[in-house]
């Protein structure tokens, strides 16, 4: 069984639109995260929920929206994409907050922006 | 502003060499570095350490904290062209809730 499983693994879109990704963890982690991943692979970190609660939402344009229905998933919706969206979206969980704890990643989401 | 930088940004080696892959940071209230590999996809998870654990070995890879310096090593020994990847350094701080990644260092192993 796969810890921490993101759909899609790719996605392909145009300008404008609105897309979503699905994460799921079945570690019993009450910590999930989003990071972006550029072309130079520098990882930064974008949200991160504790049993469902918004804890860190690190300048990310409004377009982002994160959504915890349980601490088990993170979806992530992005309205009117943009070019410079393109990326690899990493989804992450924690056993808890407060950085004792390694993450564990998804497969990761490759985003193209036409 | 809480920092990790790594260093060589890239490298390459031959199959049996020894590397040593750095990584420093600034960061308030350290808790925690942790090392991760990337090949294709997902980082995978290599060592954590903390005040309370400062050295970790894994077969040929080990590495070393140390917090006078903000730094930390990962040194892989008798390197083989499955060690070719990038390696992520992350720092968490107390308090801050998030893991701070430096720019990675991708190293190539030729055979």
């Known amino acids: 069984d796969t810890a921490v499983s993101q759909t899609p693994k790719y996605l392909v879109t145009q300008m404008g639109n609105d897309k979503s990704i699905k994460c799921e963890q079945n570690?019993?982690?009450?910590?999930m995260y989003w990071y972006k991943q550029d072309s130079k692979k520098f990882l930064k970190i974008m949200f991160s929920?504790?049993?469902?609660?918004?804890?860190i939402n690190e300048t990310v344009p409004n377009r982002f929206s994160p959504k915890s229905p349980d601490k088990a998933h993170l979806n992530l919706h992005i309205n009117s994409l943009e070019l410079g969206d393109s990326a690899v979206y990493f989804c992450a969980s924690s056993q808890s907050l407060g950085g004792g704890e390694k993450l564990f990643f998804g497969s990761g989401t490759q985003l193209s922006v036409l | 502003e809480d920092k990790v930088v790594q260093s060589p940004l890239s490298l390459v080696v031959h199959e049996g060499d020894t590397v040593t892959l750095n990584c420093s940071y600034e960061?308030?209230?350290?808790?925690?570095l942790l090392w991760y590999k990337q090949e294709k996809k997902a980082p995978t998870f290599l060592f954590m350490l903390?005040?309370?654990?400062i050295e970790k070995k894994s077969g040929r890879l080990s590495s070393i904290l140390d917090k006078k310096e903000l730094s930390s090593i990962l040194n892989i020994t008798a390197t083989q062209t499955g060690d070719s990847a990038i390696y992520l350094c992350a720092v968490a701080a107390s308090g801050t809730y998030k893991y701070i990644f430096g720019t990675g260092t991708r190293l190539k192993v030729l055979a």
């Open positions: 960061v308030t209230n350290f808790r925690s």
């Open positions: 903390t005040s309370s654990g």
């Open positions: 570690l019993g982690h009450d910590t």
């Open positions: 929920y504790n049993n469902k609660e918004l804890i």
